[in-house]
């Protein structure tokens, strides 16, 4: 019955509650009986249309984001595909460098820290900085992880330092010159390191990491 009518007016001067629901289902237009303005009804659907044009727009850029994730787990990327040029081994390397050779040059201080060092304290940061670079090399070549940087850390210096100081006076007790006590402890230390990660390997390879838990704190 209301719904056929597409404009009503109340005589009173207020809108039927009837009137304004079957206007508004009709298509039509509810006016006030005194001659006033249309209510303000078809900005309701301006408004619902803004807010939905909001959400398909944020849908649309979640989607946007999750293709271009997708797109690069799948390798489509020019740097997660293993699509690497030139330019990017050399900016790695740039930033490596930045950050290793300062580094190494302090550790090489600090594990010839002895006086009867220091007249050979810059061949001996060279080979420092060389030790590491072979370092790096057999990571970059044998290790599972694809995404790690070999680089030299400051844990073991203290034992380092510890052992080349304990073997240059052992050898300036016992009589013994400067080249001495170089050359000794340019052969102890890496038969030590060397021992050391071959010990690794074998925690490492046959899962017996966790009895070093057992070991004494010194």
């Not at 001067?13 to 298509?27: F, K, L, T, Y």
Request: net charge negative.
């Amino acid at each position: 019955m209301y719904g056929s009518t597409p404009n009503m007016k109340d005589n009173k001067g207020g809108s039927a509650p009837n009137g304004r629901r079957s206007g508004s289902e009709g298509g039509g237009t509810i006016e006030d009986g005194r001659g006033g303005p249309p209510q303000a009804q078809e900005k309701l659907p301006l408004i619902w249309k803004d807010s939905n044009d909001n959400t398909q727009q944020r849908q649309q850029q979640r989607d946007n984001t999750n293709g271009s994730g997708e797109a690069k787990e799948g390798g489509h990327d020019n740097t997660e595909g293993g699509q690497y040029n030139i330019f990017h081994y050399l900016v790695y390397a740039l930033i490596n460098v930045i950050i290793a050779v300062p580094g190494l040059y302090g550790y090489a201080s600090v594990i010839f820290n002895h006086p009867s060092f220091q007249p050979q304290m810059a061949s001996l940061s060279k080979l420092v900085v060389f030790s590491s670079l072979i370092h790096q090399l057999g990571f970059l070549l044998f290790s599972s992880l694809d995404f790690s940087i070999g680089t030299v850390q400051d844990a073991g210096l203290i034992f380092l330092s510890a052992m080349s100081n304990s073997i240059a006076e052992s050898i300036l007790e016992d009589g013994g010159t400067v080249e001495e006590v170089v050359s000794t402890t340019l052969v102890i230390l890496p038969l030590g390191t060397a021992a050391l990660g071959l010990v690794l390997i074998f925690l490492g390879k046959f899962r017996l990491l966790d009895i070093v838990s057992y070991l004494p704190m010194p």
